[in-house]
């Protein structure tokens, strides 16, 4: 990274193009009345951007890319909170993930196991008390949040093949 520039120009573009697909993925969603809120696979892609791309990048395309198809499907009032905490899951995620060009298995079973719980307890704290929609409707959504955190794992195979290909 040179010292005129932020980001490398790999960064920028891992970070359109993996922003663009969080958004596409997660657009592919099920509604979940009790909250307003929807079930989808997007941290999928949050999290494969996380362990191949690192913290930074995992956090703008997560948090971008997710906030951005809450708005485009009409989910605007979450977008604040999902570009957090999707920020937050991909930057914790690629934090612990590390630089390593191999990460043992139990390193990445952590960094998704903390990306979970960085899904499941933000949407829970948010729900419950900043948008006051109240602890029984984020105890309701706990039932949609969980296994789209465990539907995440998907991202451990997924980056340690595309890894292997992109030679990072």
Same mark, same amino acid.
């Given at each position: 990274?040179?010292?005129?520039?932020?980001?490398?120009?790999?960064?920028?573009?891992?970070?359109?193009?993996?922003?663009?697909?969080?958004?596409?993925?997660?657009?592919?969603?099920?509604?979940f009345?009790?909250?307003?809120?929807?079930?989808?696979?997007?941290?999928a892609?949050?999290?494969?951007?996380?362990?191949?791309?690192?913290?930074i990048?995992g956090? @703008? &395309? #997560?948090?971008?890319g997710?906030?951005?198809?809450?708005?485009? !499907? %009409?989910?605007g +009032?979450?977008?604040?909170y999902?570009?957090?905490?999707?920020?937050?899951?991909?930057?914790?995620?690629?934090?612990?993930?590390?630089?390593?060009?191999?990460?043992?298995?139990t390193?990445?079973?952590?960094?998704?196991?903390?990306?979970?719980i960085?899904? @499941? &307890? #933000?949407?829970?704290?948010?729900?419950?008390?900043?948008m006051? !929609? %109240?602890?029984? +409707?984020?105890?309701?959504?706990?039932?949609?949040?969980?296994?789209?955190?465990?539907?995440?794992?998907?991202?451990i195979?997924?980056?340690?093949?595309?890894?292997?290909?992109?030679?990072?």
């Amino acid at each position: 990274m040179s010292e005129t520039s932020r980001f490398t120009t790999r960064e920028l573009a891992a970070m359109a193009i993996m922003g663009a697909l969080t958004t596409v993925v997660t657009m592919i969603a099920l509604p979940f009345a009790p909250t307003g809120g929807f079930f989808n696979l997007g941290d999928a892609i949050v999290v494969t951007t996380a362990m191949i791309f690192g913290p930074i990048v995992g956090a @703008v &395309a #997560g948090g971008v890319g997710s906030g951005l198809a809450d708005i485009l !499907l %009409g989910y605007g +009032a979450f977008a604040p909170y999902t570009l957090v905490i999707k920020g937050v899951e991909g930057f914790v995620v690629g934090y612990i993930v590390g630089n390593s060009e191999n990460p043992s298995k139990t390193k990445l079973i952590i960094a998704w196991i903390a990306g979970g719980i960085c899904i @499941v &307890a #933000g949407y829970w704290i948010a729900e419950a008390f900043i948008m006051g !929609l %109240g602890v029984a +409707a984020a105890n309701a959504e706990i039932i949609i949040n969980i296994p789209q955190a465990i539907g995440s794992v998907v991202g451990i195979p997924v980056s340690m093949a595309v890894k292997d290909r992109l030679s990072l």
